[in-house]
């Protein structure tokens, strides 16, 4: 039987389905020209990340398919119910990368609490010009030690993050409309491990308690940040979105920022990937990636081989 990966898949996962007697391609195919190619290849699974999306007409126009896979979380760029109301096997990989996005929302966190999102663009230009001009511009960081994080969506994501940030000397709160209690474990290097439990209070608490505040949310309809939001918000406040684009109002973030209630922000995704607004990309105080959260080999080997598993289970 035949895979096609269309937005890649690690090494290790081609090795394990190659091992498990399938036929792996990596050809990025177009998506107008999809349909003809599954059909034409008698692709049995379908692979897809962010990119490539998976509507009614390809899931109608492709009999063959058995199984559409996502390599992440979020599935919104499958149609999900429909695929499985045609007798499709729908599968993603959803604990896979969520330790690289907690990853990735500290290290902007940190570097937002220092400014290097700053500092990295101006000593290119000026540190040999103005080194203690921007010594004392940059000179007045806070650490993340002692502060409080609000974390909005405490599933996998936002637990992964909680873990570093309690980790990190932070105390958490966190918002989730479907859980009340979550337990988690830190392990650390010698075999030790620390037990937490943190019960999540509504969302009005945790926007006006944090300092810091991380999105993990689905795509939904409504912005679970907005203006409202925002004013809720103590004055300083540093946030980051490496949730999904849409979650968050970005022209109230703006204004946020300029009327000073936001201090600084991280985004990772945005309302127009792949093209953000102008506004966003100059922004000084906005520490920006392009939507890389799950883009680290650990995260794509694990998804690559979760993905396989789940294959080799199904298919036999």
């Known amino acids: 039987m035949k895979v096609l990966a269309n937005d890649g898949i690690s090494q290790s996962g081609i090795d394990a389905l190659e091992k498990g007697g399938y036929e792996v391609s990596t050809t990025t195919v177009a998506q107008e020209q999809l349909i003809n190619y599954i059909n034409e290849k008698d692709i049995t699974v379908l692979l897809v990340r962010s990119a490539t999306t998976v509507r009614k007409d390809l899931i109608d ?17 499958i149609d999900v ?18 330790h690289s996005v907690a990853e990735l929302v500290f290290g902007h966190l940190y570097g937002l609490a220092r400014y290097l999102h700053n500092a990295n663009r101006d ?64 392990d650390f290097f010698d075999g030790q491990t620390v037990n937490f439990e943190i019960k ?36 300083g406040v540093i946030l980051a979105n490496a949730a999904r684009g849409g979650v968050l109002n970005e022209i109230a973030l703006v204004k946020a920022i300029e009327s000073g209630k936001v201090a600084r ?31 680290t080999n650990e995260a794509q080997d694990r998804i690559g081989t979760e993905l396989a598993s789940q294959i080799i289970s199904i298919l036999g």
């Open 61 to 77: 126009a492709c009999p063959g398919l058995k199984i559409i896979g996502r390599g992440g979380v979020g599935m919104d760029n």
């Open 81 to 98: 119910e429909y695929a499985r109301e045609q007798g499709k096997k729908v599968i993603n990989t959803p604990a896979a990368s969520s």
């Open 123 to 186: 000593m290119p230009l000026e540190g040999d010009s103005n080194f203690k001009g921007l010594k004392k511009a940059y000179a007045k960081g806070t650490e993340l030690k002692g502060k409080t994080l609000g974390v909005l969506g405490f599933g996998r994501i936002g637990q992964a993050t909680a873990k570093v940030a309690l980790g990190a000397g932070m105390k958490v709160v966190a918002f989730d409309p479907f859980l009340e209690t979550a337990h988690l474990e830190l």
């Open 200 to 235: 999540t209070i509504s969302k009005e608490e945790v926007l006006k308690q944090s300092d810091f505040i991380t999105l993990h949310v689905p795509a939904q309809k409504d912005y679970v940040i907005d203006e409202a939001e925002f004013n809720m918000m103590k004055d």
């Open 265 to 295: 922000a991280a985004l990772d995704v945005f309302e127009k990937e792949p093209k953000p607004e102008m506004q966003l990309l100059m922004n000084p105080a906005l520490s920006l990636t392009p939507h890389t959260g799950a883009a």
